[in-house]
């Protein structure tokens, strides 16, 4: 089993920087691909950027590109995202989660471990 803890979120305001972390338990974090999810009151989960076992592949989707950036310490079992200029549209509940599958998908579904959630509010 695998365990995700994610923190670091918080209140911040527009135009702001905020760093999540997602702690991961057990010795087999460096296998997993990871993403980054979001879910707004009343929106469907929403994708944000997914990275490589390894650290050297990311994904992002087109609403943060530029602005997050996603990276891995896998000595450390953590997953970051670090999201720079906020927007109040930013404000969500984020997710980390882990995947078997060897690919940086952007589909909830084919995850099969999630965090409890951190929440990011973003003022205006």
């Known amino acids: 089993q695998v365990q995700l803890v994610e923190s670091g979120g918080g209140l911040v305001q527009a135009g702001g920087s905020l760093t999540l972390s997602c702690a991961a338990s057990?010795?087999?974090?460096?296998?997993?691909?990871m993403g980054w999810f979001r879910q707004a009151p009343g929106k469907e989960r929403e994708f944000v950027g997914s990275?490589?076992?390894?650290?050297?592949?990311?994904v992002y989707a087109d609403s943060v590109k530029g602005r997050f950036t996603i990276s891995r310490d896998n000595a450390k079992n953590t997953v970051y995202l670090q999201m720079n200029s906020l927007n109040p549209e930013d404000t969500s509940v984020y997710y980390c989660a882990a995947t078997v599958r060897n690919r940086l998908t952007r589909l909830p579904r084919d995850y099969d471990y999630w965090g409890q959630g951190t929440q990011v509010t973003v003022s205006s």
């Open positions: 057990g010795r087999t974090f460096s296998s997993y691909v």
């Open positions: 990275i490589s076992s390894a650290g050297v592949i990311t």
